[in-house]
Nanobody, 115 residues
Framework: QVELVESGGGLVQSGGSLKLSCVAS????????MAWYRQAPGKQRELVAS???????EYADSVKGRFTISRDSAGKTVYLQMSNLESDDTAVYYC?????????WGQGTQVTVSS
């Protein structure tokens, strides 16, 4: 079983920064594709940023240039550095991982950006 635990969410003013962390634990080995999704009230969950096994990253157009996804060398912790936050970034942010064909999700961490 794989468990993902996010942390780092909170309340921040518009223009501010936050760094989210997600730690993967359980019977997982090696580097895995990981990603951050978010879901705002009344909206569908959307992909924010992803990092593949080789380290290549992709971002939603709405966060390009403001957010950076990274991971530790062991591949068990993924980060999302968020800068110049906007009110539209307010959402619950979820960590995602795929391992041996199974997708795993964290419980989510709330990010609220006040204008």
């Amino acid at each position: 079983q794989v468990e993902l635990v996010e942390s780092g969410g909170g309340l921040v003013q518009s223009g501010g920064s936050l760094k989210l962390s997600c730690v993967a634990s359980g019977r997982i080995f090696g580097i895995k594709p990981m990603a951050w999704y978010r879901q705002a009230p009344g909206k569908q969950r959307e992909l924010v940023a992803s990092i593949n096994v080789g380290g290549s990253t992709e971002y939603a157009d709405s966060v390009k240039g403001r957010f950076t996804i990274s991971r530790d060398s062991a591949g068990k912790t993924v980060y999302l550095q968020m800068s110049n936050l906007e009110s539209d970034d307010t959402a619950v942010y979820y960590c995602w991982l795929i391992y041996l064909g199974t997708q795993f999700w964290g419980q989510g961490t709330q990010v609220t950006v006040s204008s």
